[in-house]
């Protein structure tokens, strides 16, 4: 029984290898070559799509040449039978040719990590005043587009170029105007107006969006599409919606600025049946299936940027991207990107704190960058982390210690609007001023900035 890799004519054959061993690139063995669980095969393989994963993790060739010591020892026990042995040892060889491929070249990964780095620099050079640029770095493993490859909710976005991971821009959008929506909806007055008509501009809108039922007018209330014909320059005829808006913020792809690792990760449902409605109730007696996916490993950083393709009336150029800015920190810090980060995957910290790797000596090094002001040290440090009572009192000694034209920038930029509107001694969140470890530094700030706790 002759181990068959997918199908392909003979003169790709001759240049990939029998078994896609010659390709280097993780997005074309993933996307083209993957291995199929019935073709060629005399009985299913149902490892192909775990092994086809890991041939584009970082310790793949290890992990499948693992599989392969472990079948083939599974296969050479003495009682085991003819048919078993058979099957058990191609399997074996199925797994050995698969991590017969060319590693993939580290100063190549090196290169196009500086490639992302010295793009930012470029794209503030050439936009200046109408792009906003940063780094995050993930703080736990990242998982994007895992439905849209070619292994069943195991993809991943790798660059066509480099097989590096990366979010598209189109993701960025999504988890920014997402949490857009959000803060609208909790905003109060002329907060929620502005907020409200920045979201519009940046974002763009449909007839859809602002009316009825729409997400802007879900978050806005009736007032979406009143902004929205503003926007548009329609006329108030009650027969006429607001027109379609293209947003005016370009929300670029996210490519990883250090050298990033990708691993194998897995869920394993243990009542399958259960979920598809054909049990009544949960048992410990089925038999799990896990499902294999890749992911990103926490610690690899990458450059973000949002800039304006025009300038519209009513905002300027800093209000619109600064806006835009806050809300994709927010989103990535608070709420992560791609998929299950209600369980913890996806989010980052403000940053570049992954060790960055030497620049090639073909590739000029880019500029070292400025130590960070205690101010920028201070919003790296807590943004998006002061949104409950019980995290909010360990940062006053901190705060304290900022000059006066930096603790009010800090005390807004840090605490959130919701409990600023709540200056009350019986509010949990204002105890800690008050009263506690860190009370003397709370009342400290509070006659700094002028507050007082009615």
């Not at 010659?22 to 299913?44: A, C, I, T, Y």
């Not at 990033?260 to 243990?270: A, C, G, I, K, Q």
């Not at 499902?291 to 209000?319: I, K």
Request: aromatic content about 8%; some cysteine; hydrophobic content about 40%.
């Amino acid at each position: 029984m002759e181990a068959k890799m997918i199908p392909t004519s003979k003169d790709v054959r001759q240049l990939i290898g029998d078994w896609a061993e010659h390709v280097d690139n993780r997005s074309l063995l993933f996307e083209k070559f993957s291995l199929p669980k019935m073709w060629g095969q005399e009985e299913k393989v149902d490892d192909a799509g775990r092994w086809s994963v890991l041939r584009i993790v970082t310790d793949g060739k290890k992990l499948l040449n693992g599989d392969a010591m472990r079948l083939q020892n599974e296969a050479s026990g003495g009682d085991v039978k003819p048919h078993v042995r058979k099957r058990k040892t191609h399997l074996s060889e199925i797994a050995r040719k698969m991590a017969n491929f060319d590693p993939f070249d580290r100063a190549l990964i090196n290169v196009a990590n500086q490639n992302a780095s010295l793009l930012l620099e470029q794209i503030k050079r050439s936009f200046q005043d109408r792009v906003e640029t940063f780094e995050a770095t993930l703080g736990a493993r990242m998982m994007v587009n895992m439905a849209g490859g070619v292994v069943e909710n195991a993809g991943i976005c790798l660059d066509r170029c480099f097989g590096l991971p990366y979010l598209p821009g189109s993701a960025i959008k999504g988890i920014a105007r997402h949490q857009a929506l959000w803060e609208i909806k909790t905003a109060d007055g002329n907060r929620k107006r502005e907020l409200l008509h920045l979201a519009l501009l940046l974002f763009g809108f449909g007839n859809q969006d602002v009316v009825r039922q729409g997400v802007f007018a879900w978050a806005g209330g009736s007032e979406a599409e009143q902004i929205a014909k503003r926007i548009t320059k329609v006329e108030k005829d009650s027969r006429k919606k607001a027109e379609a808006f293209r947003g005016c913020a370009s929300f670029l792809p996210a490519y990883p600025t250090t050298p990033p690792t990708l691993v194998v990760d897995m869920v394993n449902p243990h009542y399958r049946e259960y979920y598809q409605g054909k049990r009544k109730t949960a048992s410990d007696d089925e038999n799990p299936i896990p499902n294999y996916f890749p992911a990103v490993e926490a610690g690899c950083s990458f450059g973000f940027a949002v800039l304006l393709n025009r300038q519209p009336e009513g905002f300027t150029a800093q209000q619109l991207l600064q806006q835009a800015r806050q809300w994709i920190e927010r989103a990535i810090t608070q709420k992560g990107a791609g998929a299950k980060t209600a369980a913890g995957y996806g989010w980052f910290r403000l940053g570049r704190i992954a060790a960055a790797q030497p620049a090639p000596a073909s590739m000029p090094a880019p500029k070292p960058a400025e130590p960070d002001s205690p101010l920028q040290t201070f919003l790296k440090n807590w943004s998006g982390r002061l949104n409950t009572k019980d995290n909010f009192p360990v940062a006053l000694p901190e705060m304290l210690q900022l000059p006066d034209a930096d603790l009010k920038q800090a005390f807004e930029k840090t605490i959130p609007e919701q409990e600023r509107r709540k200056l009350k001694k019986n509010n949990p969140y204002w105890q800690s001023f008050t009263s506690g470890k860190h009370a003397e530094a709370g009342k400290k700030i509070l006659q700094r900035l002028g507050l007082t706790l009615s």
